[in-house]
T-cell receptor
Framework: DQQVKQNSPSLSVQEGRISILNCDYT??????FLWYKKYPAEGPTFLIS?????DKNEDGRFTVFLNKSAKHLSLHIVPSQPGDSAVYFC?????????FGKGTRLHILP | DTGVSQNPRHKITKRGQNVTFRCDPI?????LYWYRQTLGQGPEFLTY????????KSRLLSDRFSAERPKGSFSTLEIQRTEQGDSAMYLC??????????FGSGTQLSVL
C-alpha cells in the first residue's frame, strides 16, 4: 500500500526554467510533508518541509505547495540549475515515522 | 557530511551468512531510524528508536532482522541468514525531534 505516490519516474527541464515535481498521498493523518534530494552513492538530503496546517513554504529557489483537499503537494524549483539534477523524494510523517515515495529523477538540460 | 556515520560503506556476503551494520548518529539526536532502499524505490521504513527504546518495527520486516541501540547512542542492524533479496542500500537517519531527518551515506549490501 503506497501511501505516498510520485507518479512521474523522471522529468526533464531546461536550465533556467521552472521544475515542478508532484506528489500525492492517501493518509489524511500525515502532519508534515518533506522533500529530499538524493545524489548517487549518497544518503538523501533534506530540502524543504511543510506542516499540514500550511499551504505554502518557500526557501530560496524552492517552494512547496500543499493542497489538502486534493491530498497533493508539489515542489517548485525556479530557476532550475544543473546541480539540481538528482532524484527527488516526497515524504510524509505520521506517528513519528516518515514514509517516502518512490522518487522522481530530475534532469536539467543545458 | 551530515554528521551521521555508517559503517561499512559496502558489504559483500554469501547467502546464509550473518551481517551487522553500524550507525553513529549526531550526538544530540535522540531519534534514530533505519531504512532500506532498492533500485528505483524510495527508502522503505524498517524501524526506529527513541533513545534506547525501539518504538516501531515494520511488519514487513522478517524475524531475521534485528536492531539495537544500547544506551541511546550508536545503533546496529543485524541480518541473520542473509538471502539474495536482502541486497539493498541500508540507510540510517537521525533527528533531534524535528521533522527533518539527517541521513548517513548508507551501507550497500550485496548478497551473492
Amino acid at each position: 500500500d503506497q501511501q505516498v505516490k510520485q507518479n512521474s519516474p523522471s522529468l526533464s527541464v531546461q536550465e533556467g526554467r521552472i521544475s515542478i515535481l508532484n506528489c500525492d498521498y492517501t493518509n489524511s493523518m500525515f502532519d508534515y510533508f518533506l522533500w529530499y534530494k538524493k545524489y548517487p552513492a549518497e544518503g538523501p538530503t533534506f530540502l524543504i518541509s511543510i506542516s499540514s496546517i500550511k499551504d505554502k513554504n518557500e526557501d530560496g529557489r524552492f517552494t512547496v505547495f500543499l493542497n489538502k483537499s486534493a491530498k497533493h503537494l508539489s515542489l517548485h524549483i525556479v530557476p532550475s540549475q544543473p546541480g539540481d539534477s538528482a532524484v527527488y523524494f516526497c515524504a510524509a510523517r505520521i506517528d513519528g515515522k516518515i514514509i517516502f515515495g518512490k522518487g522522481t529523477r530530475l534532469h536539467i538540460l543545458p | 557530511d551530515t554528521g551521521v556515520s555508517q559503517n561499512p560503506r559496502h558489504k559483500i556476503t554469501k547467502r546464509g551468512q550473518n551481517v551487522t551494520f553500524r550507525c553513529d548518529p549526531i550526538s544530540e539526536h535522540n531519534r534514530l531510524y533505519w531504512y532500506r532502499q532498492t533500485l528505483g524505490q524510495g527508502p522503505e521504513f524498517l524501524t526506529y528508536f527513541q533513545n534506547e527504546a525501539q518504538l516501531e518495527k515494520s511488519r514487513l520486516l522478517s524475524d531475521r532482522f534485528s536492531a539495537e541501540r544500547p544506551k541511546g547512542s550508536f545503533s546496529t542492524l543485524e541480518i541473520q541468514r542473509t538471502e539474495q533479496g536482502d541486497s539493498a542500500m541500508y540507510l540510517c537517519a537521525t533527528t533531534g525531534g524535528l521533522e527533518k531527518l539527517f541521513f548517513g551515506s548508507g551501507t550497500q549490501l550485496s548478497v551473492l
